[in-house]
């Protein structure tokens, strides 16, 4: 799932080129100019970290860093042309996880994110090994039931239940068709028929938010297919 960042900067051309750069490497990136606009953003969007310019008009960056420790739990990094040891520690003591003085690389942007999301990301605790979310789904392997967020039962077929329970348990590996069929035991499925295939693309109508484009069940082109869990960035 890719990660979302929130950037408040009140410079028009930092912030297109902020949102350009780590768009096309994978992050979904929303924009404030000021203090304002990212609590009103916050109201609705789910962010995983932020980017905060300290000299904002009106409300400063540093208020809007202990606004966000205070009511909101993601990681931030601050961002500032005003090259003081002052601001830096005011900064980091409020809580903020890293700091970027004005003017910078990109690149740089992109690999403290990396590292603080990283740094910051929480391990996936697991409080009934037979309830594994998928999204905003629940697959109940004990009792083979799969459940939107509200509770209602998603119809699996015995036989998507069977793919969609090898794809959870193994997470993140590239299964060929042939080792899925062996996974499955079900050597009347026909390799060569589409058979793994068309159910694949019946699971993702019933598990993507956009089946035309899975972000669950990947397409490795000339291998095979890759679950990649929702907890992943």
Do not use: C
């Not at 080792?179 to 035991?185: E, G, M, S, V």
């Not at 035309?212 to 069940?217: E, R, S």
């Amino acid at each position: 799932m890719q990660a979302t960042i929130l950037t408040v900067d009140d410079e028009a051309e930092i912030r297109e080129m902020l949102h350009d750069f780590l768009s096309k490497r994978g992050y979904r990136v929303v924009i404030a100019s000021s203090a304002e606009e990212a609590r009103k953003l916050l109201e609705t969007e789910r962010v995983d970290l932020a980017l905060l310019d300290i000299t904002l008009p009106g409300e400063s960056g540093l208020s809007l860093a202990r606004y966000l420790r205070e009511h909101h739990d993601l990681p931030i990094i601050m961002l500032t042309a005003l090259d003081s040891v002052i601001d830096r520690i005011i900064g980091l003591e409020i809580g903020a996880d890293d700091y970027i003085p004005k003017p910078f690389d990109p690149r740089e942007v992109l690999a403290r994110i990396k590292n603080v999301l990283r740094r910051t990301e929480k391990p996936l605790v697991v409080t009934n090994p037979e309830m594994i979310p998928i999204g905003a789904l629940t697959l109940d392997l004990g009792n083979q039931k799969l459940f939107a967020a509200d509770g209602a039962e998603i119809p699996l077929t015995t036989g998507e239940f069977d793919l969609l329970k090898i794809f959870v348990n193994n997470p993140n590996r590239i299964l060929s068709r042939d080792r899925i069929l062996d996974l499955t035991q079900q050597r009347d499925w026909d390799p060569f028929d589409r058979s793994v295939d068309i159910r694949i693309t019946r699971i993702r109508k019933k598990i993507e938010p956009h089946p035309d484009k899975p972000t669950f069940i990947k397409t490795i082109r000339g291998v095979g297919y890759q679950y990649v869990p929702s907890t992943e960035n």
